[in-house]
């Protein structure tokens, strides 16, 4: 069964002090993987997507990276506007454009 | 440009009643989907749109969910005899296709139901 992972559960980090964060996934056949970044009350974020073993992406403070079995997406210095939940996804060659869904990061940065 | 908005943003209704969930896309965006969260949880997918048809259902619950797109961009997601168990945040997403780097979904702001 197609199934993906995230932890932590919850991340509590003070401002500055950097961290990753996981995304295990176990596919038939993984097609893309996509980070979401969600803030209380409201949709999902797109963060990033990445194809292929090896990739990597940035964006400000965050990087995110794929392996053949997980993903890792890099807090580097955080701020507390960076507190959310992260959420990471996978799409299945041959199932179309379906999202499968972690159960999401709970992040907080403090000052 | 505008994002995707989702009407209503909040809808109580009571165990048994009949609801409707409406979803304006990105305007261009050929897919449409349809996910349901609950608290604490990541998204579940319920049902995927490629233009006016429903390229996959498999995702809804059982039959009393329903979703239309019948003119290739608005859609609405329909529940007869809500039950408590439906009360969650119903997102909708939209991509410019379902191909390699279209594929991008854009999620509006959801609608929370809540069934009494």
């Known amino acids: 069964e197609d199934q993906v992972t995230q932890s932590p559960e919850a991340l509590r980090l003070q401002e500055g002090e950097s961290s990753s964060l996981n995304c295990s996934y176990t596919?038939?056949?993984?097609?893309?993987l996509f980070w979401y970044r969600q803030d209380p009350g409201k949709g999902p974020e797109f963060l990033f997507t990445l194809y292929s073993a090896g990739e990597e992406k940035e964006k400000e403070r965050l990087k995110a990276t794929l392996t053949k079995k997980e993903s890792f997406l890099h807090i580097t210095a955080p701020k507390p506007e960076d507190s959310a939940t992260y959420l990471c996804?996978?799409?299945?060659?041959?199932?179309?454009?379906?999202?499968?869904f972690g159960q999401g990061t709970e992040l907080s940065v403090k000052p | 440009g505008a994002g995707v908005s989702q009407t209503p943003s909040n809808k109580v209704t009571e165990k048994g009643k009949y609801v409707e969930l409406r979803c304006d896309p990105i305007?261009?965006?050929?897919?449409l989907y349809w996910y349901r969260q609950s608290l604490g949880q990541g998204p579940e997918f319920l049902i995927y749109f490629q233009g006016t048809g429903a390229a996959d259902d498999s995702g809804l619950p059982n039959d009393r969910f329903f979703a239309v797109r019948p003119e290739g961009s608005v859609s609405t997601l329909k529940i007869q005899r809500t039950e408590r168990g439906d009360s969650a945040v119903y997102l909708c997403?939209?991509?410019?296709?379902?191909?390699?780097?279209?594929?991008?979904?854009?999620f509006g702001p959801g609608t929370r139901l809540t069934v009494l």
């Open positions: 997403a939209s991509s410019l296709g379902s191909g390699p780097s279209t594929d991008t979904q854009y």
């Open positions: 996804a996978v799409q299945i060659h041959n199932q179309g454009g379906k999202l499968i």
């Open positions: 305007s261009g965006h050929t897919a």
């Open positions: 596919v038939s056949g993984l097609r893309g």
